[in-house]
């Protein structure tokens, strides 16, 4: 009887047995519902082709950056991993494989190594811990499940219980996939694009003319003039929006807001053309265009998110040779007071606006988004994100917000991942820990047992559908 | 049976029963002892009148941004609250409390709820939850018992146990009240005015001029020259002395400091006189200005109170509309190693000084606070402020400061509220978070539970005494 | 029967008594394991002549900065406690005992305390509570112990259970203790330098070229050019490898690193020499010499250690009086991301660098330590440092760090002292506090119990000597 076949019903809850208690009543009820995923990065061609999934490696591992990061620390090379486009052949996708096996002990205690124990043991049937002796077994098992009709896209949609999902979308993709979902009956779950504008909001980047030209071209805009570039923007926000999106995405190195006037915006998004724009230009000009989409928001209905905070590409030897994404994205401090200030000032308190703030930074929780969340109308304080989306960093999260604005002004559990099978086991954490930390509320007599019921359904229902006006 | 009317016993006291059990003999020892609220913002008038309240609303929702900021958060219009002024007649105060009543879940798990059903079970015998369907009778149950003798501000003092309550007042104030109270035999409780000189101390303001003028009046000294404002400032610090003050309070955007030549002083308080100064000078002065308030306290034995950190007035359409202290001031990262360094390099060892350092930042707490407490013989780790004094962040609070100075270095609780009737349910709270703070440590055999008993005592006796020279 | 008597066998372990079982059974299997020590500030000198201790004062007060700025922070001068080189008679040694005793209720629930009185109990058998009634007795009985030949230093490494010891060592140093250590047969422990170039580093010193001409005798090269200099600092570096270092350390007031031009080095270099470089030459050179440091750690081995973060002698009139180390180094923000980039862009992956992190400033565990570390192969997260290294502290830090980077990526307990007797009771409280994180872990169902008991094992063996190249 190995181990790891038992995925213990209470992981996760308080070791107290009297909280243990009330913390079980709370996630059963709610561990059965439909999952909202509202922000994540599922290609929305799986769904739509139901594509079959090739193999172990390039399902459960090159596409997740919390994986072979980890593995890259511990020595292997990433292109062993199937990292930045390398394609990995079936002896391949066995040796990388095998990495993982051999690092296993790497990730004890992180919630990695929780989900992917959940996703081997509950999708896959793997019951033998991971290892070397047990990396060709486990392989071949996962390998055969795969090959099965019921593993494709979506059928396991179904089997997750997830039954609305927003992907992450260039504001120029035809969001076809997204219509063939659309229009084809036989299939349930709300699939949505996601409005991503970043990069087509950087006049610094060298391919800023080009980006802007293409945009020019889909959204049949004169982009030339900056009059032009906002009409673009303002159509292909509109076409999301016909396309079933709610929400606008947007990364970028701060959340510094600005308001230039109309003549200096179109000097300098004439000088970021010709390639003239100075840096600062076009940093001013980033943070005019993000109250910019502020503004469409109040007109469009789009919910706006900032995701900021995270230094891209710190290693530019990795980025040379396995490009972006391969693992080695940093935070860094971030501040929302001063710098939403002007957006908050023009549409914090606009009809309809809605502003979800997420960070890498947890300082921010308590002394700025908390704060922030309960005073604007428009702003909810986004749930943990990425590095933090883990057991320990989720339970410093609702203590630090609950204090100051309970439950009811955040913006419920976002995945924001490129693991599709970790879904599930990643809002089953989320749930769990929710549980665990209304129990407590509840055995120290903050909270009426009756109302954190409340509060756990209305955490994975009400709360996300408010914040992204599903 | 209303389980609202259930103010359970232990409520914040741990779940583990083991722990439970020291927590509740440490709070059983505490919870009787007098209130020493050494700085809030209770109205002197009241006492000294002696004002009966007129309704629910203008008592409690009003005044209190904690309430008020949340229910804008909702939707709500401050102005619909009586927010900034506006005066609700019976109609608009009982719209209000409807308000409150309509959005009471949001408040779930905050302190805010904590506090009022406190209030509501303790003092008003409200005992049913408040909602929709309650907002009516707990209106008229609250209003009947404000209207009764025994609910006037002074009775309450004495029901409520307080035995010294600091006032917060304008340097040019005549103190009047504090005088009337003083001469009242019949009064016993200590009530001391707090010197708040901030817009004094701000030569950016522009009202700057009228304002030292009104000091110059006030205090008989020529104010059209630095050295008069300096002796003002003196003269006034003195008049709350000799009125009972035992500390000045302080709150800037920041808490740099450092010493400018007399000449160069003097040369920027006039150019300020004249709005010539600019903003970098301006700044300049205000800082030198904190250490010349850091001068005087050696001198005339003020206690002096740092809480900085906080961007005030953060939406401008709602300052506009109603007022400062209308629930958008919102946190900044504050930095006080550097900041405080030449304060004190000349007064951190000076014979009676102490200053006590507040912060909504608590990144500070163990990374600056408790290592300064822990050389300066001036500095004491000022209790959780605002935002912070709630139980999850009192908690982080005596988590990141007691590895570093113990309970010995620390200024005791602070209510810093308007809310004048949460201030039992404050302190209570706070005494049952620091009960079950040592509880812990006592379980852990970290602390013996004889000396825990002694420090709960102390920390309401003793160190708010020493921190504030009473 | 004296409380202080007893030390609990369950002390730090977790209230909850099913958590508790748990953490006693890791504990168990720990707490007997050899001492590694690999970063501290023990005289090799005490070891190489096993030097009798002179007098309780002199071993446990006078060297100890924990506990001397928390006297001072009392009111009792830094005089008085034998600090800064004042040397104390056996009248003064007894005065300074009773200070301490006087005011040992200031160390309540600090780790202080809790290791002093693991020291008393433990080591010198001094059972009854330090008073002011007990100071003599106490100071009388820990003389005794003292005279004894079973307490030299040699036999307190044996006793003590300490295997690796790592000292601090000036680059110029000779190492003669270290070499007569290595050539003594009898002495079994392995106590290695530490090469800590910091003032060989910060060209903007006034005494830099006399420091730099220093280090050329010593080395046999001509520092008066950049290259010599260089030079200079690998020869050093060699021969404290030969001399048994594993790791150099740092300690900057901030991390940045860049990378001069040769010429341009060499230019500030001179410049420096005579005096003449400006504060911001003299910056970017010591943070390329940083880069510098690295790239000779590629050649010669040596481990990199950063200690960043302090601001030293915050209080120049006590740094006039009792020169530096005087318990007014106050902590500061430090940034990591973008400090380290040109560093490990360089050699982050270069074949067996390693450089581990510390902080003072905790905000940077969850931020950016542990996602370095979980992508860098050459990163470790260094263990909980100075004011950080005590329960609460070592409690977050754990909870901060493991959801990303679990155990394998830390660097195992640093103690970093200065108290060498203090040394076996901040190991143990380490192993203590880790089996009492892990304990969770297993009651949470995150671990299985046997890899937490693999954890434990490996936190004090194979993860310090991975992370020291031990």
Same sequence: chains 1, 2, 3.
């Avoid at 000032?345 to 930074?361: E, I, K, N, S, Y």
């Avoid at 913006?411 to 407590?440: E, K, N, V, W, Y």
Wanted: net charge negative.
């Amino acid at each position: 009887m190995s181990p790891t076949a038992q995925l213990h019903p209470d992981r996760l809850l308080p070791g107290d047995p009297g909280t243990r208690g009330i913390a079980r009543d709370l996630y059963a009820s709610v561990k059965g519902l439909p999952i909202i995923s509202p922000h994540g990065h599922v290609p929305p061609e799986w769904l739509a082709k139901d594509t079959p999934f090739t193999d172990p490696t390039s399902l459960l591992l090159s596409p997740d950056h919390y994986i072979f990061r980890m593995l890259h620390a511990a020595g292997v090379p990433l292109a062993e991993l199937g990292v930045g486009g390398a394609e990995l052949d079936e002896a391949g996708a066995r040796r990388a494989w095998e990495h993982l096996c051999r690092h296993w002990d790497l990730f004890l205690g992180t919630p990695v190594r929780y989900w992917l124990e959940d996703e081997l043991v509950g999708i896959f049937g793997v019951t033998e811990p991971l290892s070397e002796q047990t990396a060709q077994s486990s392989y071949d098992r996962i390998a055969e499940v795969i090959a099965g009709e019921d593993f494709r896209p979506r059928a396991l949609m179904d089997r997750f219980g997830i039954s609305v999902l927003a992907t992450t979308d260039d504001p120029c993709d035809d969001l076809s996939h997204h219509a063939a979902l659309a229009a084809d009956d036989s299939f349930g779950p709300r699939v949505m694009p996601t409005f991503r504008p970043d990069k087509y909001l950087e006049p610094g980047r060298s391919d800023f003319a080009d980006l802007v030209a293409r945009l020019g071209e889909v959204s049949g805009e004169d982009t030339a003039s900056y009059a032009g570039y906002v009409r673009a923007l303002e159509n292909r926000r509109r076409y999301f929006v016909e396309h079933g999106a709610v929400s606008s995405d947007h990364s970028h190195a701060d959340v510094v807001t600005l308001t230039l006037e109309e003549s200096e915006a179109s000097r300098i998004y004439t000088a970021a053309l010709a390639g003239t724009a100075t840096q600062e230009e076009s940093t001013a000009l980033r943070r005019h265009m993000l109250v910019e989409m502020a503004r469409m928001a109040t007109e469009d209905g789009l919910v706006m998110t900032l995701h900021p905070g995270s230094f891209r590409n710190h290693h530019q030897p990795t980025l040379d040779a396995h490009g972006p994404d391969s693992g080695h994205d940093i935070p860094i401090q971030v501040e929302f007071t001063r710098g939403l200030r002007e957006l908050l000032g023009r549409f914090g308190t606009a009809d309809g606006f809605q502003l979800v703030l997420f960070t890498l930074d947890e300082t921010v929780f308590s002394r700025e988004i908390a704060p922030l969340a309960g005073f604007y109308p428009s702003v909810f304080a986004g749930a943990p994100w990425w590095f933090l989306d883990a057991p320990e960093a989720i339970g410093r999260y609702r203590s630090a917000v609950t204090d100051t604005i309970g439950f009811y002004r955040t913006s419920g559990f976002i995945d924001d991942t490129r693991a599709f099978c970790s879904i599930p086991a990643r809002h089953d954490m989320s749930r769990r820990l929710d549980s665990a930390f209304l129990a407590r509320l509840v055995a120290d007599h903050r909270l009426r047992e009756e109302d954190a019921h409340r509060i756990a359904t209305d955490l994975v229902t009400r709360v996300p559908s408010t914040a992204f006006k599903l």
